[in-house]
């Protein structure tokens, strides 16, 4: 089974801007959207992006999504610091009657 | 606004079956797929399956032998069964729409499965 992968740490200092990288393959990233959730500890994920780079009502749009080719990515500009919380992509793959999957995850510390 | 409320045992043996219902209220079934996921402890989300109003289903692929999800749609309710199950399903498990829909979660159930 395929997998999406995200580098397990990214750091940055208060209004800096990071970007998480999420990559996977051609059934998946390659021909589907991507979606991005924040996690804040004890609590379930939140949806960041949808569609790859849209927004849903009330996220800043500190927050941006991108695609190219079998990648994707996260930026976030101006950090602050409660951004600091884990961040997972997910897509839908194409393979084996089409299933869901998740990336394992970015810890972002905010410095 | 939509809301999910979630039940079923928390604590099982090697073995039994997960039994978890989840509930819709203020919304309906219909336009989308309705996800269970579940997350241990430290690790990242993982996504068992979806159904829609009409029933139809996909599974992980890893999870597919173990996994039934059903709906009954009259209750604005579906379901999950994961069968055999053993200390590699303790976990936290979400149910909620599938990516793409409406970003709305239930309360999470803390199962553990332990002799």
């Known amino acids: 089974q395929s997998v999406l992968t995200q580098p397990p740490s990214a750091s940055g200092t208060p209004g800096q801007r990071v970007t998480i990288s999420c990559s996977g393959s051609?059934?998946?990233?390659?021909?589907?959207?991507i979606y991005w959730y924040q996690q804040l500890p004890e609590t379930a994920p939140k949806l960041l992006i949808y569609?790859?780079?849209q927004r849903p009502s009330g996220v800043p749009d500190r927050f941006s999504g991108s695609k190219s080719g079998t990648s994707a990515s996260l930026a976030i500009s101006g950090l602050r610091s409660e951004d600091e919380a884990d961040y997972y992509c997910?897509?839908?793959?194409?393979?084996?009657?089409?299933?869901?999957?998740f990336g394992g995850g970015t810890k972002l510390t905010v410095l | 606004q939509v809301q999910l409320q979630q039940w079923g045992a928390g604590l099982l043996k090697p073995s039994e079956t997960l039994s978890l219902t989840c509930a819709i209220y203020?919304?309906?079934?219909?336009?989308?797929?309705w996800s269970w996921i579940r997350q241990p402890l430290g690790k990242g989300p993982e996504w068992i399956g979806e159904?829609?109003?009409?029933?139809?289903?996909h599974y992980n692929p890893s999870l597919k032998s173990r996994v039934t999800i059903s709906v009954d749609t009259s209750k604005n309710q579906f379901s999950l069964k994961l069968s055999s199950v053993t200390a590699a399903d303790t976990a936290v498990y979400y149910c909620?729409?599938?990516?793409?829909?409406?970003?709305?979660w239930g309360q999470g159930t803390t199962v553990t499965v332990s002799s």
């Open positions: 909620a729409p599938s990516p793409g829909g409406m970003d709305v």
């Open positions: 203020g919304g309906s079934f219909s336009g989308y797929y």
């Open positions: 159904i829609n109003q009409s029933g139809s289903t």
């Open positions: 051609s059934s998946n990233i390659g021909s589907n959207y």
């Open positions: 569609m790859t780079n």
């Open positions: 997910a897509a839908w793959d194409d393979s084996v009657n089409g299933y869901w999957m």
